[in-house]
Structures are given as structure tokens and as C-alpha cells.
């Protein structure tokens, strides 16, 4: 299938690991200019060069802090300098750790408040205007399962990617008209440094091994196993896409079936 995405520039925030990787290295393999951060500066570069000789797509690897509008300033400004525009912007900061209520001060709040709300939309704010000018644009933000049903332990997580899938409803709303599209993707328990950390927390908490924490998600999933970051990936590609153009407004789930909602 032609996604009709060669020759694209994209932005994929936190690109030096995980899903944002694989989302970086699916877009690459269809042709796709890459703006790739992440805050760690020699990892990004590392992928990016990788991703490139890998690929030969365009990759433009920058350190960002994506909690830091500065940084986020930056960022989009030097990719705008080189590729003099940005068609996709794939929204990905990490998690925020887990607890619960009781054991998350204001700082905490806040802290969570600019990785996982502020800093999609600073990057929004950003790139719309070049998308609606152009009448064309893809923004995919990361969210998570906690979205769309809580999960035990993680309050931040819960409430706040919560938040992100009601702004990015209401801007697809409002963008709809210029061709651009807004949509969410939920990830499930997937194989990555996330999620080991999370099965690492729950194992200390209940004194039990990280793999027997990983067993007991399995065991919630319909499909009976974690999912791989390239499944992520590909779903991300697709709903980026020219094939995907009427598609807006959506929170699509890849998590092997443990969303137990209907919607």
C-alpha cells in the first residue's frame, strides 16, 4: 500500500527510544524527511545516524527537552530552517511515574502537567499555522490506555492524558477545515524501557519478580502476550498518511484488546 508519505517532513519528539523510535523508523522506510529530538544528545544523534544509513532517508537528529517550551522553540524553528516546513508532528514525551494521590505533591502535578499536556500543545501551537497555510498536516499524539480506562497506580498518567485527548478532540474541531487532521494513538503494555519501569515499581511494591508483573498484564490481554513497538509503528504510519485523510478526532487503541470499553 502507497501511504503517499515520500517526500513528507516529520517531527517525532522523544525519537531515541521506544515507540518514538519505531515511529521514526517506520516513516523513514516510507520515504519520509525526519526532525527527530530527544533529551538525551548523543543518543538522538546516534539514531538519527543509524535510522539514515538504515533508510537513506533526510534525518535532522536535535537534544530537546520537550517539557521546556524553549527547547521546543528551538527545535521546531532549526527544522523549519532546513526543511522550511513540517507536514506531520508526532507528539511523545514519556510517562510520568506512577503513584497514587496521596503520594504526589504540587510539584509532581506540575512537573507531569508540562511533559505530558504543555508539551504537545507548544508543539501544535508551533506547526499549525504552516499546516492550515498549507491546507494539509498530520498531528499524532502518544497518549495510553490510561486515556481511555484508568489504571491502577498511575494518577498522573490517568488524569492527564486524559486531558490530552480532550484538547486534541476539540483541535480537530477547529483545524478540520484547513486538512488537518488531529488524532490520538493509545498504546497498551508494549516492550519498552517504559514499561519495564512500571513492572520494575509494581514488583518492589508487591514483592514479586518483574516478569511475574509482566505475566499478570498478560493475562488481561485478549492476545495473551505485550505488543512490539513496530505494531505501535505501523498503526502511527497509517494515520498519518494521505489514505487516512478522514480520519480526525480519533483515539485508536493498539493494545492487543485490553481496553474492556466499547468505545
Not at 527527530?36 to 544509513?53: H, M, P, Q, Y
Not at 537513506?56 to 522553540?73: K, T
Not at 513492572?199 to 516478569?211: C, Q
Request: net charge neutral; proline share 4%; hydrophobic share 45%.
Amino acid at each position: 500500500m502507497d501511504l503517499g508519505l515520500k517526500g513528507k517532513v516529520a517531527l517525532v519528539a522523544a525519537a531515541s527510544k521506544g515507540l518514538g523510535r519505531a515511529v521514526a523508523e517506520e516513516l523513514a522506510a516510507e520515504g519520509v524527511k525526519l526532525a527527530l529530538c530527544s533529551r538525551d544528545a548523543e543518543a538522538i544523534e546516534t539514531v538519527g545516524n543509524e535510522i539514515a544509513k538504515a533508510t537513506g532517508a533526510e534525518v535532522l537528529a536535535r537534544a530537546a527537552d520537550v517539557s521546556r517550551p524553549a527547547d521546543i522553540a528551538e527545535f521546531v524553528d532549526t527544522t523549519l530552517r532546513i526543511y522550511g516546513r513540517v507536514d506531520i508532528l508526532f507528539t511523545n514525551g514519556g510517562g510520568p511515574p506512577p503513584g497514587k494521590f496521596e503520594t504526589l505533591d504540587a510539584a509532581a502535578w506540575q512537573k507531569a502537567a508540562e511533559l505530558v499536556l504543555f508539551a504537545p500543545v507548544e508543539l501544535a501551537r508551533r506547526v499549525l499555522p504552516g499546516m492550515k497555510e498549507r491546507r494539509w498536516g498530520r498531528i499524532l499524539n502518544l497518549t495510553g490506555i490510561a486515556a481511555k480506562q484508568p489504571v491502577e497506580n498511575l494518577m498522573l498518567s490517568n488524569s492527564l492524558r486524559a486531558a490530552v485527548t480532550g484538547w486534541a478532540r476539540t483541535l480537530a474541531n477547529e483545524v478540520g477545515s484547513y486538512g488537518v487532521t488531529v488524532n490520538n494513538i493509545v498504546p497498551g503494555y508494549t516492550r519498552t524501557e517504559r514499561v519495564d519501569k512500571l513492572a520494575l515499581a509494581i514488583a518492589e511494591r508487591d514483592g514479586i519478580t518483574p516478569t511475574e508483573a509482566m505475566a499478570r498484564w498478560e493475562r488481561e490481554i485478549p492476545l495473551g502476550r505485550l505488543g512490539e513497538p513496530r505494531e505501535f509503528a505501523a498503526l502511527a504510519a497509517f494515520i498519518v498518511s494521505e489514505r487516512a485523510s478522514y480520519i480526525t478526532g480519533q483515539s485508536i487503541a493498539v493494545d492487543g484488546g485490553w481496553i474492556k470499553a466499547l468505545l
